[in-house]
Each structure stands twice: as C-alpha cells, then as structure tokens.
C-alpha cells in the first residue's frame, strides 16, 4: 500500500513560480514510475510530466514542456513538479500518482496510486 500526498499549491500571479511536491508512504516499489496530472472544474484530468524510478527519463506534455520540470529524490520518497511562467489556464487542481509499472505513462487509468490534490490558482 502507498500514500501519497501533494503540497505546495496557492495562488500566483501570471508568470510567477511554485513548485509542488508529492511525499509518498508505505510500502514503495523499486521498479515504479510516477506523473503529475491537473483537473480544472468542468474538464477532464490532464497528463502532466512523468518520471522513471531513477529520475534519469522523463516526458513532457506539450502544453508544460519547456516551463515545468519533474525530479525525484529518492532518499526522501519525494517528487516535485517546478512550474515557471504560469499562465492563467494552469489553475487546477494538481495530482501525483504511481504506478507499479517501470514505463513512463501518461494515461490516469495506467496509475494505480493518487494523491488527494493541491490547488493551483493563477492570476491575470
């Protein structure tokens, strides 16, 4: 069994910064992947960054690539989404999740573990 719980979340003006962070517990799996996902209200749940078990792959959506960075840090079962140059239509709800997998996904259904989310509000 695996908890995981996002935080960092608030409210930014329009090119500011904040960096999420998703600290998990319980058992963990040594061969796992995990991603970030948004979901504003009305819209469906969004793929965001995933991240191998040693950090050395990640992948993108085009919509964050070149903006957000996914890390991991191992030691302390941590992982962060950094986001720079938010823009209005980044406010959402912000979700980790994990996988038993080794792959980097990018579907919500290949995730077997979720966080409870942490808001996001961007200013314009």
Do not use: H
């Not at 090119?15 to 040594?30: E, I, K, N, Q």
């Not at 964050?64 to 980044?90: A, H, Y």
């Amino acid at each position: 069994q695996v908890q995981l719980v996002e935080s960092g979340g608030g409210l930014v003006q329009a090119g500011g910064s904040l960096r999420l962070s998703c600290v998990a517990s319980g058992r963990t799996f040594s061969n796992n992947a995990m991603g970030w996902f948004r979901q504003a209200p009305g819209r469906e749940r969004e793929f965001l960054a995933a991240i191998n078990w040693s950090g050395s792959n990640k992948y993108y959506a085009d919509s964050v690539k070149g903006r957000f960075t996914i890390s991991r840090d191992r030691p302390k079962n941590t992982m962060t989404l950094q986001m720079n140059s938010l823009k209005p239509e980044d406010m959402a709800v912000y979700y980790c999740a994990a996988t038993t997998s080794g792959l980097l996904r990018t579907r919500a259904g290949d995730y077997n573990y979720w966080g409870q989310g942490t808001q996001v509000t961007v200013s314009s």
